[in-house]
């Protein structure tokens, strides 16, 4: 999944930004509000970690803005007040959740996972496409009654690829959505992990398609 992560304490935002990368997530870095918005208009993010206090303004202003715009993207408040009334004010204006600074990453990244779980129970169900049973929620794929393991980017590009069966999906799509601004990646890189993933599905109706300069799509043999 991709994260937007606003913070403007460079030392904390590299080790967020590094912890939830060794989760398979691809994370955008963002140090003032501005980045942040320049962030959502060039991409789509599954979850959002917003600090209250930043250079060129009030996250909760920000906060305020998305939901009046309709943005429904899940949003967790890092902030370093305590306050009952201030938790309170910040889950009113729309946020999912908050984490009290200094936080341990375990209790952030649990949170995380609590947040996409509530936003995945409301969007996602047990998908099943030709011999194919993938649960989102719990992360686990079965082929014909076998548990297939898959390592973070494999989940992640199945979760594209089956959320639209028969839907070309470009390189340049999947890489939006595997990898953030600051990570290099090739052609060669999406097709690494296009051709891990067509061996977990072996022994399924179903398999990935190249479209020769367009991209891929899972389909049915």
């Given at each position: ?38 962030c ?42 305590a ?104 052609d060669?890189?999406i ?31």
């Amino acid at each position: 999944m991709r994260f937007l992560l606003v913070e403007d304490n460079p030392d904390l935002s590299q080790s967020v930004a590094e912890r939830l990368r060794l989760d398979g997530h691809a994370v955008d870095p963002a140090g003032t509000l501005a980045e942040a918005l320049d962030c959502l208009a060039a991409a789509s993010y599954d979850l959002i970690l917003l600090d209250i206090s930043l250079p060129d303004g009030d996250g909760r202003d920000f906060l305020r803005q998305e939901r009046r715009r309709g943005r429904d993207t899940p949003i967790i408040v890092m902030t370093a007040r305590a306050e009952v009334s201030d938790r309170v004010n910040v889950l009113d204006l729309g946020a999912d959740d908050y984490v009290t600074k200094p936080f341990d990453f375990s209790e952030l990244e649990a949170r995380c996972r609590a947040v996409l779980r509530r936003r995945g129970a409301a969007l996602q169900t047990v998908q099943q496409f030709a011999g194919l049973v993938f649960n989102p929620l719990n992360a686990s794929l079965s082929v014909g009654g076998e548990e297939r393991e898959l390592r973070n980017r494999e989940l992640r590009l199945l979760e594209i690829l089956i959320a639209a069966p028969e839907r070309i999906h470009s390189k340049a799509q999947i890489c939006d959505r595997l990898f953030s601004y600051a990570e290099s990646v090739t052609d060669n890189a999406i097709e690494v992990y296009v051709a891990r993933l067509r061996k977990k599905l072996e022994g399924s109706g179903a398999r990935i398609d190249t479209i020769r300069g367009v991209g891929y799509r899972l389909i049915a043999e």
